[in-house]
T-cell receptor, first 109, second 114 residues
Framework: GQNIDQPTEMTATEGAIVQINCTYQTSGFNGLFWYQQHAGEAPTFLSYNVLDGLEEKGRFSSFLSRSKGYSYLLLKELQMKDSASYLC??????????FGAGTRLFVKA | SAVISQKPSRDICQRGTSLTIQCQVDSQVTMMFWYRQQPGQSLTLIATANQGSEATYESGFVIDKFPISRPNLTFSTLTVSNMSPEDSSIYLCSLSPGTGNEQFFGPGTRLTVL
C-alpha cells in the first residue's frame, strides 16, 4: 500500500529552527515534494527532491534519503508567517502524487 | 507558473442537489487533477482529467458521483452529484507541467452541504 507519515502538529518559537520529518512507503518513486498551505488557501510548492541529499532554498531546506524512505523539511529563522500546514508528497510515477496528512506548525512569539 | 481560477469559490447546497465546479487555466495543459480536502485532512486525489478521453478515477470515487468534463486543454469541470453532508469539503483542481514536476493548485471551492 501507499503510506506517507508526518507528525500532526509542531510548535516552535520565532527565530528558531524546526525540522519536520516525513517517512514514506510507496509503490513507485519519482520525487518528493514539500508544500506549504496556509489556512483557507491552496497549497503552494516549496521544494522538490529526487536525488539523495540536501536542497537549500533561502530559509527552507529539504533532505531526502531514498534508501530509508525519509525526508525532512528544515525551516530556519522562523517567522510568524511560517505558521501553516506543511504537506509531504510523493510522485509515484506518471502524473500521480500522493499527499501526507500534513504537519500543522504553530510559531509562537 | 500557470494561473488557475475556480468557480464558485464557495457554495452552500442542499442535500440531494448537484454542484458543478469550473476550473480554468491560462495555458494549455495535458493533465488536470481534481482533489478533495476534507476539514483537517490532507489532499485526496479524486480523478485525473485527460483532454479527449474519459477521466481516470481513484479508488473510492466513481463517475456517477463525480462526473468530470475536459472539453479542451484549458478547462475542466467537476460535478458533485446527489450531495450529502459528507461531501462538505474543499475541492481543488491542479495541474502539473510534466512528470515529477510540482503541481499548481487552484484557489479551491469550499462546499458546505446542509
Amino acid at each position: 500500500g501507499q503510506n506517507i507519515d508526518q507528525p500532526t502538529e509542531m510548535t516552535a518559537t520565532e527565530g528558531a529552527i524546526v525540522q519536520i520529518n516525513c517517512t514514506y512507503q510507496t509503490s513507485g518513486f519519482n520525487g518528493l515534494f514539500w508544500y506549504q498551505q496556509h489556512a483557507g488557501e491552496a497549497p503552494t510548492f516549496l521544494s522538490y527532491n529526487v536525488l539523495d541529499g540536501l536542497e537549500e532554498k533561502g530559509r527552507f531546506s529539504s533532505f531526502l534519503s531514498r534508501s530509508k524512505g525519509y525526508s525532512y523539511l528544515l525551516l530556519k529563522e522562523l517567522q510568524m508567517k511560517d505558521s501553516a500546514s506543511y504537506l509531504c508528497a510523493v510522485s509515484t510515477g506518471g502524473f500521480k502524487t500522493i499527499f501526507g496528512a500534513g504537519t500543522r506548525l504553530f510559531v509562537k512569539a | 507558473s500557470a494561473v488557475i481560477s475556480q468557480k464558485p469559490s464557495r457554495d452552500i447546497c442542499q442535500r440531494g442537489t448537484s454542484l458543478t465546479i469550473q476550473c480554468q487555466v491560462d495555458s494549455q495543459v495535458t493533465m488536470m487533477f481534481w482533489y478533495r480536502q476534507q476539514p483537517g485532512q490532507s489532499l485526496t486525489l479524486i480523478a485525473t482529467a485527460n483532454q479527449g478521453s474519459e477521466a481516470t478515477y481513484e479508488s473510492g470515487f466513481v463517475i456517477d458521483k463525480f462526473p468530470i468534463s475536459r472539453p479542451n486543454l484549458t478547462f475542466s469541470t467537476l460535478t458533485v452529484s446527489n450531495m450529502s453532508p459528507e461531501d462538505s469539503s474543499i475541492y481543488l483542481c491542479s495541474l502539473s507541467p510534466g512528470t515529477g514536476n510540482e503541481q499548481f493548485f487552484g484557489p479551491g471551492t469550499r462546499l458546505t452541504v446542509l
